[in-house]
C-alpha cells in the first residue's frame, strides 16, 4: 500500500527533471561561436596594443635616459666653470690668489669626479706594470726590475671600476749587460746562434 504523502513528491520530481533542450539551430551556434571569436579577438588587440605603447614607452624612457645621463655630473661641473671664469675676470689678482683660486677649482672637480665614480689612477714608481690599467710610453734600462712603472706621464681614470684612460708610465727593461748574459753562447733560444749557423 503505497503513502498518499508520496504521490506529491513523485509528482515533483517528475514535473521538475528537466527534459532534454531543445534543440538549437546551426545559425544560433555559429552566431555564438562567432561572438566568441570576435571577443577573444578584441582582447588579442588590445593585449597587443598595451605591449607596443609599453615597447614604445619604454623606448622613449631609454632615449630620455640617455639624452640626460650626463645631467648630473653637469650640474657638478658647473661650480667648477664658475671658479674658472671668475679665475680669468680677476685679471689683475696676483699670483698667489690665483694660484689658491685654481687649487680650490681643482677640489671642486675633484669632488665632482669623486660624486659621479671616476677615480685618478697612479702608479708608484717601482710597481708592477699593469697592462689593463696603465699605458707603456717608454721603456727605459734601468736598474729596477724590469717590467715596474720608472716614472707617471699622466694620471689615468676609472669610471666605476672600468679604465676610461690608463696611466702613461715609463717601464723599466733589463740592462744591455744583462741581455748579452741571456743571449750568449749557453743560451739555446738565442738569436745570435742562428746566425752564426
Known amino acids: ?3 498518499p504523502n508520496d504521490a506529491p513528491d513523485k509528482q ?3 514535473t521538475s527533471t528537466p527534459g532534454p533542450e531543445p534543440a538549437r539551430s546551426l545559425d544560433e551556434l555559429l552566431a555564438e561561436a ?3 571569436l570576435d571577443e577573444q579577438r578584441d582582447a588579442w588587440l588590445r593585449a597587443l596594443a598595451d605591449a607596443e605603447n ?3 614607452r619604454a623606448q622613449a624612457d ?3 635616459a640617455r639624452k640626460y645621463a650626463a ?3 653637469v650640474e657638478d661641473l658647473m661650480p667648477v666653470m664658475d671658479s674658472l671664469e671668475a679665475a680669468l675676470g680677476a685679471g689683475d689678482a696676483d699670483l698667489a690668489a690665483l694660484r689658491a683660486g685654481l687649487e680650490l677649482t681643482r677640489k671642486q672637480l ?3 669626479f669623486e660624486r659621479a665614480g671616476v677615480a685618478a689612477l697612479t702608479p708608484t714608481p717601482g710597481q708592477r706594470f699593469d697592462p689593463h690599467r696603465q699605458q707603456a710610453m717608454t721603456a727605459l734600462e734601468s736598474e729596477q726590475e724590469p717590467n715596474t712603472v720608472l716614472e707617471v706621464l699622466q694620471k689615468g681614470y676609472t669610471l666605476h ?3 676610461v684612460r690608463p696611466a702613461l708610465v715609463t717601464v723599466a727593461k733589463a740592462r744591455a749587460e744583462n741581455k748579452a748574459v741571456e743571449n750568449g753562447p749557453g743560451n739555446p733560444i738565442s738569436d745570435s746562434n742562428l746566425e752564426s749557423n
Do not use: C, F, P
Request: charged content about 40%.
Open 1 to 3: 500500500m503505497s503513502d
Open 12 to 14: 515533483l520530481s517528475e
Open 34 to 36: 562567432q561572438a566568441k
Open 54 to 56: 609599453a615597447r614604445k
Open 62 to 64: 631609454i632615449t630620455q
Open 71 to 73: 645631467e648630473r655630473i
Open 110 to 112: 675633484q669632488s665632482a
Open 161 to 163: 671600476d672600468r679604465v
